[in-house]
């Protein structure tokens, strides 16, 4: 593997794979919802659609057309602490990639008529996540988990934000966090990692150089014990997440516990939850799940269930979380969860992926070089060390059908 900071600033890691005939071109910049203010909400998402709309050399859908045309894909994503643009296509057009990713990524034109085009279609997002219950609850939960952060706001923004959004909006935000000293161009797959470098620094040489986003904001890890409870419409069944607020990645937090509490609890039939939950009826459905940032970090239990289950599903969630300490399914989980990292990285968008989230964020390849060291050396003490926290009072959020009886 080849790991470089080039002269403005930009990291670049390049993993040849001569196992495979494919390769993942990435660039990931560090900037995301996390580095918007209460003027801007959701510009970091809505960048991500526009630089989709025409570029400098290239008409809207040109660039997908070509990368189609040479069997590949592209795509991007925006979360909070990052975003990043990726195309997967054979190796032989490695190339290219790199070429079409920096036009789109830094030369889109990003036009007043653009933007009035993809206001309905980011404002019709924002209203299909409003009438989805399991996106009201993750919105809900963050506004309680975080009191400082941005973490606290949907990465899609309001309504209200996104509607005032112009082409100054957007182009400040462009201009401000999209250049070479926030950017990390991951790359997986069958190349010739020194022919691949000189072509990126030649690429790269014209993106301007800035001071790399540095996150300052991080929330006190106390969790907010408390039940919120909010009515929809919509909505038929009861639907309920208990969560707690943990460390985040800037605070040199160890995620292999938690991974690994996610897999006990809810990967496959196995699980504890879906054995003692699910499968004797005291909800519909229940999952688990771990969401870390770089300010802070999460653990939540997500169930659906109606009126007359929901309290013994608490009841039991709760002696459940009480009363967890068995070391044999704590070792299977291991043994699961690392064939399941190991293989996800036979897979070079994926493991460009990884790559490319370790550098952005840490700036360096920890979490993808550690991160399965340290589930294999976790103890089973450890582990029950650093998950007692859910033995502790979570914060509860409930979503309800409009006509029922609040009952705290």
């Known amino acids: 593997m080849r790991v470089e900071r080039l002269d403005n600033g930009a990291f670049v890691v390049l993993k040849s794979r001569k196992d495979v005939s494919s390769v993942s071109v990435q660039f990931w910049l560090k ?20 630089v989709f709309n025409g570029t400098r050399n290239f008409l809207p859908g040109e660039i997908e057309k070509m990368v189609e045309n040479a069997g590949g894909e592209i795509n991007a994503a925006t979360s909070y602490d990052y975003t990043f643009y ?30 009035e085009k993809e206001k309905p279609i980011v ?17 809900e939960f963050l506004k309680h988990l975080y009191k400082k952060s941005n973490y606290r706001y949907p ?17 400040e935000f462009h201009q401000k966090h999209y250049h070479a000293g926030n950017l990390t161009v991951a790359i997986s797959g069958n190349v010739d ?14 993106i301007p150089s800035e001071e790399r986003n540095f996150f300052v904001t991080v929330d006190d890890t106390t969790t907010c014990k408390e039940t919120f409870v909010l009515k929809h419409p919509a909505v038929a069944n009861i639907h309920t997440v208990v969560g707690w607020r943990l460390p985040g990645l800037i605070q040199e937090q160890n995620v292999a516990p938690f991974i690994l509490l996610e897999s006990i609890l809810s990967y496959g039939r196995s699980s504890i939850l879906y054995q003692e939950i699910t499968e004797k009826g005291f909800a ?12 802070g970090s999460s653990f939540y239990i997500y169930g659906i269930t109606d009126s007359s289950r929901n309290g013994k599903f608490k009841e039991k969630l709760f002696s459940i979380l009480n009363s967890f300490n068995t070391e044999e399914v704590f070792e299977f989980a291991k043994r699961k969860v690392l064939k399941s990292e190991i293989f996800k990285r036979e897979a070079v968008e994926l ?33 029950l060390e650093e998950t007692a926290f859910i033995k502790t009072s979570p914060l509860i959020i409930e979503l309800i059908p409009e006509d029922m009886e609040v009952i705290l």
């Open 86 to 115: 990726y195309i997967t296509l054979p190796a032989k057009h490695v190339s290219l990639a790199v070429k079409l990713l920096k036009e789109l990524v830094f030369f889109p034109v990003l036009s007043q008529e653009m933007v």
């Open 123 to 139: 404002l019709e997002e924002i209203a299909r996540s409003e009438n989805n219950p399991k996106t009201l609850l993750w919105r």
């Open 31 to 50: 900037t995301g919802a996390v580095f918007e203010d209460n003027e801007n909400r959701g510009v970091a998402h809505f960048l991500e659609h526009m």
């Open 351 to 383: 493991e460009a992926e990884e790559i490319g989230y370790s550098m952005t964020l840490l700036e360096s390849l920890e979490i993808y070089e550690s991160l399965i060291e340290k589930i294999s050396s976790l103890s089973f003490e450890d582990f």
């Open 155 to 171: 990465i899609l923004g309001f309504r209200d934000t996104v509607s005032s959004f112009t082409d100054k909006t957007v182009k």
């Open 284 to 295: 519909f459905g229940v999952s688990a799940g771990f969401e870390e940032f770089l300010g």
């Open 193 to 206: 990692e020194n022919s691949l470098l000189t072509l990126i620094k030649k690429e790269l040489k014209e």
